[in-house]
């Protein structure tokens, strides 16, 4: 009897030059998989070369891995191969406010989020009774005045413990240290409570509010050490107007913060996002 195929997603940046899908196609054939689907995009800004590939194949991982090894180095990819389907495991940061994170729960417990969410993390003890309601374990790691660097060592340790491949801050209020934003390069993601760049510091839907700004939205986007400038995932925007109160402008806006991050964390487990620099490429 025949293997069963197993499904995988194949990832990809190289300088780009010609053959390259020809190659890839046929790295694929010498696997025996079949492309269920295949995007791909050429950044005329960096010169480089972007690929995401569905496809199925009977052989085992590592075996579908030697067998792509030779075309990875002719072209010098930066290149990943995944399981399909597998949950990426995800710790998520919140303070109080817990908009995001149930939005994020929600979406994991109906199914259509490919997450596994070992532990949520907390500066505060606000979220504690959401995070039992899904039966997730909680962690109050609470940062004092002069203890972020303690903190943030008991967060590495629980990020080591749990085997955690991706961070989510869902409106934490606390500037992760330059270190730690190395650290997370390309595997965390903020949600900014603005279409960027907007208002900045505290209540930002009354500073919007007293502006009389037409426009509000929310902005998810990869975690560098330069404050909210990371590269950009998914944004979205709606409209208002003069109408609208400040607390009104509050509820829109965290349905929009929600349903951003969301967005941003599914294409993220899905290895739909690829960075180029200071952008991202989106495969949706």
């Known amino acids: 009897m025949a293997p069963v195929p197993s499904a995988y997603t194949l990832t990809l940046s190289c300088p ?3 053959g390259i899908v020809h ?15 295949s995007q791909q995009y050429g950044s005329p800004e960096t010169g480089t070369f972007f690929m995401r590939v569905d496809f199925t194949a009977p052989g085992s991982h590592t075996e579908v891995r030697e067998t792509l090894a030779p ?9 990943q191969l ?10 998520i940061m919140a303070s109080k406010s817990g908009h995001c994170l149930n939005d994020l729960l929600f979406r994991q417990r109906a199914g259509t989020l490919p997450v596994e969410i070992p532990a949520i993390v907390s500066n505060h003890q606000d979220l504690a009774g959401l995070a039992s309601f899904y039966g997730i374990p909680f962690h109050h790691i609470p940062v004092e005045p002069g203890g972020k660097e303690a903190a943030e060592d008991q967060l590495r340790a629980l990020m080591q413990d749990l085997d955690i491949e991706l961070v989510v801050l869902a409106r934490y209020m606390q500037i992760l240290s330059d270190g730690l934003c190395r650290d997370l390069s390309g595997r965390a993601i903020n949600i900014h409570h ?3 760049p907007s208002f900045k510091g505290a209540r930002p ?6 502006r009389g700004v037409k426009l509000i939205g929310a902005t998810a986007h990869y975690v560098t050490s330069d404050l909210d400038e990371g590269p950009i995932i998914e944004q979205e925007v709606i409209r208002v107007d003069h109408a609208r109160s400040a607390p ?28 180029d620099g200071k952008r991202t490429i989106v495969f949706n």
């Open 16 to 18: 780009d030059q010609p």
């Open 23 to 37: 190659a890839v196609s046929g790295g694929l054939v010498a696997a025996r998989g079949n492309i269920t689907e």
């Open 71 to 79: 075309v990875a180095r002719k072209f010098g990819m930066d290149w």
């Open 82 to 91: 995944h399981a399909a389907g597998t949950p990426v495991r995800t710790l």
């Open 194 to 196: 603005s279409f960027l």
């Open 205 to 210: 839907y009354h500073q919007a509010h007293a």
């Open 248 to 275: 009104q402008l509050v509820a829109l806006g965290s349905d929009v913060e929600g349903r951003t991050l969301s967005k941003a964390v599914q294409w993220h487990a899905e290895h739909r996002v690829l960075l």
